[in-house]
């Protein structure tokens, strides 16, 4: 029995607050602020793990020839405050590191911005910036913002509705507030999904007649980016690979690794992780130690996210590559056209 489940006397507390903050919203007790453009959020019920990065790209990807799109999210892991819009001279410690691997992405294709008060970073964007489309990054339970279109993520290894509040599970507010999303998208599975699996997670979501339900995938690219080259997944095979995450949930990635290289070492960190000199000095005599000749056959292997910390670290990043991921909607199609109709309509 998982040793948390000893914790839910103290979810049912967790439960009491978040749920009479959700009805003060809910009545106009507690103001949320509605803005004139498309406002897409997407968020979770859980804490982390659920892939919103590349779902948020892949929006990106879709409306930036469209409109003039902005993110927005807090920055989590920053050493700044306030309002913040990315550019060229941006460190990841000014914006955050998902902020930073958008930018990286996009560079300035669109806008990217953090604000610790999101209806403040909203009214900017919108007045001086004059963004056309904001997708909010994590934002589901901010609800200071009423946006216009919620789409919720679930991991089809820990769906929500198997998952517990805070503190005995991971749950951010109740299995009950999935009602706001209008689209619920169940992320990181496998290839192939069975009918029967398929009709058993829809029948436990329980979708409401507003709702859409989508699967995805997560695709691995076909090379490793780093600073000074590229390398081509013919070679994967030679290299021994010191992979170094500091991501919620990392057991899809190392299965790829140990699949697709020929030693793989992980060295695990705590999510959104700021590496310490000594921890840079760990990853890299472990790097020395592996067999292999500089960037040829060995390499220090990251997640993109967490490439935007380590790149910064001089004694690594010419040693350090990233995979980029993307993802596969099961019915593009139709999630797309969801999408650009309520984007147009508004």
């Not at 080259?229 to 299965?255: C, P, R, Y």
Request: charged share 30%.
């Amino acid at each position: 029995m998982n040793w948390r489940r000893f914790l839910l006397p103290f979810s049912g507390l967790y439960w009491i607050g978040t749920s009479v903050r959700n009805l003060f919203y809910n009545v106009g007790m507690m103001r949320s602020s509605s803005f004139n453009i498309p406002i897409i959020n997407v968020g979770n019920l859980s804490v982390g793990g659920t892939g919103k990065s590349p779902h948020i790209m892949y929006l990106i990807d879709l409306l930036k020839d469209e409109k003039l799109i902005s993110t927005l999210s807090r920055g989590y892991g920053r050493k700044t405050k306030g309002f913040l819009i990315a550019n060229y001279s941006s460190k990841v410690y000014d914006i955050g590191d998902e902020p930073m691997q958008f930018f990286q992405r996009f560079k300035n294709r669109i806008l990217i911005a953090v604000c610790e008060d999101r209806v403040f970073g909203a009214q900017k964007l919108i007045n001086h910036y004059k963004a056309e489309t904001i997708l909010l990054d994590d934002a589901y339970q901010h609800r200071a913002i009423k946006a216009g279109f919620n789409i919720v993520l679930t991991d089809f290894n820990n769906p929500y509705y198997k998952d517990f509040l805070l503190p005995a599970g991971d749950l951010r507010e109740s299995r009950s507030g999935v009602r706001r999303a209008d689209i619920i998208i169940v992320t990181k599975c496998p290839d192939r999904i069975s009918e029967e699996k398929h009709k058993e997670i829809s029948n436990k979501i329980k979708l409401r007649s507003h709702q859409q339900l989508f699967f995805s995938k997560i695709v691995y690219d076909n090379k490793l980016i780093g600073r000074l080259d590229n390398v081509e997944k013919s070679t994967w095979k030679n290299l021994n690979v010191i992979l170094v995450t500091g991501i919620a949930k990392t057991d899809d990635l190392v299965k790829f690794a140990e699949e697709n290289f020929a030693n793989v070492l992980h060295l695990e960190y705590p999510d959104h992780h700021n590496f310490s000199q000594s921890e840079i000095e760990y990853i890299y005599k472990r790097y020395e130690d592996t067999e292999g000749r500089k960037r040829f056959d060995k390499i220090i292997m990251t997640t993109e996210k967490d490439y935007m910390r380590l790149m910064e670290e001089s004694m690594v990043k010419d040693d350090l590559y990233y995979i980029p991921i993307s993802i596969e909607i099961n019915d593009k199609e139709k999630f797309n056209q969801t999408i650009l109709e309520y984007v147009g309509k508004n």
